[in-house]
């Protein structure tokens, strides 16, 4: 089937269509979603993503373009596998095992509640793109090697990335009356810093 005619079918509304369709960009969109998503989810949660991928593609048929149906549907699936990821690292609590803050001077007694909450802040103030490469570094414990495939980006650039967020979240942690001493310790999945009020 020709892309003008499954364009029309689509818009038509026609469920055999998407499924040729279905057909036709299943591998390309795993792969995508896989890409994103990488070992930080189970593979029912891969194949859900896809689904969703397809169901958008079906809800906003209209917006299908003659030599651009290809590229719609991959920029949907990596938009689709970003939000999956950004979902599931919201959801995730700062554990003292990932994030370890040892706080010294007269408020020892800091509640640890308010000093997380601090620290999603912090890293709520990265970019999106900076925020996906260290949730996936000291969150699911990736490789700086495999979050370069993942984004698509060099082994260096990444760790220029994380480097730069450890120094933002100092500063961010700092402007809000805390003093930050952060470090890499050299220890995979670590962050370790020193606050006090």
């Not at 912090?122 to 984004?151: C, M, N, P, V």
Request: charged share 25%.
């Amino acid at each position: 089937m020709n892309e003008a005619a499954m364009i029309h079918g689509l818009k038509k509304q026609k469920s055999e269509i998407l499924g040729a369709l279905m057909d036709h960009y299943i591998g390309y969109v795993s792969a995508i979603v896989r890409g994103i998503i990488g070992t930080s989810m189970s593979n029912e949660d891969v194949e859900e993503v896809v689904s969703d991928v397809f169901l958008a593609v079906w809800n906003n048929s209209d917006k299908l373009q003659k030599g651009k149906v290809k590229a719609y549907i991959g920029a949907i699936a990596r938009n689709r596998a970003k939000n999956k990821l950004r979902e599931l690292c919201s959801d995730l609590a700062l554990e003292e095992d990932v994030l370890t803050i040892s706080i010294e001077g007269p408020e020892e007694n800091l509640d640890m509640i308010e000093l997380s909450s601090i620290l999603k802040e912090a890293i709520g103030s990265l970019s999106h793109g900076d925020q996906e490469i260290f949730w996936r570094y000291y969150y699911y414990s990736q490789k700086t090697a495999q979050i370069a495939q993942a984004t698509m980006m060099s082994d260096a650039t990444i760790r220029t990335k994380l480097a730069r967020g450890r120094r933002k979240i100092g500063e961010f942690i700092t402007e809000r009356g805390y003093y930050c001493e952060s470090e890499n310790n050299g220890s995979h999945g670590q962050f370790d810093g020193q606050l006090a009020k």
